[in-house]
T-cell receptor, first 114, second 110 residues
Framework: DGGITQSPKYLFRKEGQNVTLSCEQNLNHDAMYWYRQDPGQGLRLIYYSQIVNDFQKGDIAEGYSVSREKKESFPLTVTSAQKNPTAFYLC?????????????FGPGTRLTVT | QQPVQSPQAVILREGEDAVINCSSSKALYSVHWYRQKHGEAPVFLMILLKGGEQKGHEKISASFNEKKQQSSLYLTASQLSYSGTYFCGTEIGVDYKLSFGAGTTVTVRA
């Protein structure tokens, strides 16, 4: 079955450590996205990639970095510069980045930093 | 740029109807609706496009008023499975990015 996988489901880190969240898709989609979700809030866009080797900042990119070396993979690194990294992180993909493109979401990774 | 959703929460009995609204201060190119169960990924419900086209996977209806820059999602004859948090995502600019509302929590009781 095609879909998006994110691992791990739960992640715990100490403050000051960088951590990388995995996102893989086998839908052959060109576009991929990273969102952050905090309790009681909507999804906020961190980074997105329209095509391999290309990515753009979203609304809250500070303290995060990404890479897109392969079409199916879009890992997110939460750096120590991110002041409040504890959140639920969702990866999504769409056929292309354009008007009216349905986004498919992965199951998410819940990151806790103490 | 974040759209405003209302109500914040609604409690229904099975079989009752509800309307969830999503309003934007900017002109909209499209509105996307998703439902999320607690701790799970959002699931696509519907896209409404400027000009009237709609794309959806479920038997849920919605409307898109371009002039008022708002969309409404209609939950008709609600079932227990309709429980969850409903998010609207709006596309307002040439960069095609979505901005999501804070969500409407729907609880359907037997």
């Amino acid at each position: 079955d095609g879909g998006i996988t994110q691992s791990p489901k739960y992640l715990f880190r100490k403050e000051g450590q960088n951590v990388t969240l995995s996102c893989e898709q086998n839908l052959n989609h060109d576009a991929m996205y990273w969102y952050r979700q905090d309790p009681g809030q909507g999804l906020r866009l961190i980074y997105y990639s329209q095509i391999v080797n290309d990515f753009q900042k979203g609304d809250i990119a500070e303290g995060y970095s990404v890479s897109r070396e392969k079409k199916e993979s879009f890992p997110l690194t939460v750096t120590s510069a991110q002041k409040n990294p504890t959140a639920f992180y969702l990866c999504a993909s769409s056929q292309t980045h354009g008007t009216g493109q349905e986004q498919y979401f992965g199951p998410g990774t819940r990151l806790t930093v103490t | 740029q974040q759209p405003v959703q209302s109500p914040q929460a609604v409690i229904l009995r099975e079989g009752e109807d509800a309307v969830i609204n999503c309003s934007s201060s900017k002109a909209l190119y499209s509105v996307h609706w998703y439902r999320q169960k607690h701790g799970e990924a959002p699931v696509f419900l519907m896209i409404l496009l400027k000009g009237g086209e709609q794309k959806g996977h479920e038997k849920i209806s919605a409307s898109f008023n371009e002039k008022k820059q708002q969309s409404s999602l209609y939950l008709t004859a609600s079932q227990l499975s309709y429980s969850g948090t409903y998010f609207c995502g709006t596309e307002i600019g040439v960069d095609y990015k979505l901005s999501f509302g804070a969500g409407t929590t729907v609880t359907v009781r037997a």
